[in-house]
């Protein structure tokens, strides 16, 4: 992936060799273990880890900008200008938006294919949600959750403890994050 994406060979052999060198010792009760390779490289803790998978979801990213470019799927529009966004990644999550169409939705499993047969990574459907506009019907909704392999997220589901879906309901939507910041402010 980082050679694709316009990374000299030999920074990618460096890097590669801080993750395959990767060692662990471990302290109980004050011993300390020998030392030990893990079997699949770095931890999903390791200081490294965000920055690979930002490089990683960069080809990600340049999969569905083309995929939109094409007109093979749209984004969500954002503001006045009625710009789109088809996804954003923060930290080790993405996410995606989208019409809810069977031929939208193939274009980016075919995407996320692609995506891991070049990074290496794996997508945990079972961890991944959908979400459905109130007009997307039932057939639909049923035929890309089959697709996806995905579990429609119940409302209001949370990330980073905001509401993923806000809709015309602000004041509740970020009631409870008010009120803890108003606590934390009277403390």
Aim: with cysteine; net charge positive; proline share 3%.
């Amino acid at each position: 992936m980082m050679l694709r994406l316009g990374f000299h060979a030999d920074w990618v052999v460096l890097i590669m060799r801080c993750i395959s060198s990767v060692s662990y010792s471990v302290s109980l009760n004050g011993m300390l273990s020998e030392w030990f390779t893990p079997s699949r490289g770095l931890r999903q803790g390791d200081s490294l880890s965000p920055y690979l998978f930002l490089i990683c979801a960069e080809g990600f990213s340049i999969l569905l900008t083309e995929a939109k470019q094409k007109g093979l799927i749209n984004g969500a529009p954002i503001g006045r200008e009625r710009l789109s966004i088809n996804h954003l990644f923060f930290a080790d999550d993405c996410i995606l938006f989208g019409d809810a169409t069977i031929e939208g939705v193939t274009v980016v499993r075919n995407a996320i294919q692609e995506y891991e047969l070049v990074s290496g990574q794996r997508v945990n459907f079972e961890k991944s949600l959908i979400y459905f506009g109130a007009n997307v019907e039932t057939t639909v909704r049923e035929t890309i959750v089959n697709l996806l392999g995905v579990r429609v997220a119940s409302n209001p589901e949370k990330y980073l403890g905001l509401p993923m879906m806000v809709g015309r309901r602000k004041m509740w939507a970020f009631s409870n994050f008010m009120d803890r910041f108003r606590k934390r402010i009277n403390d």
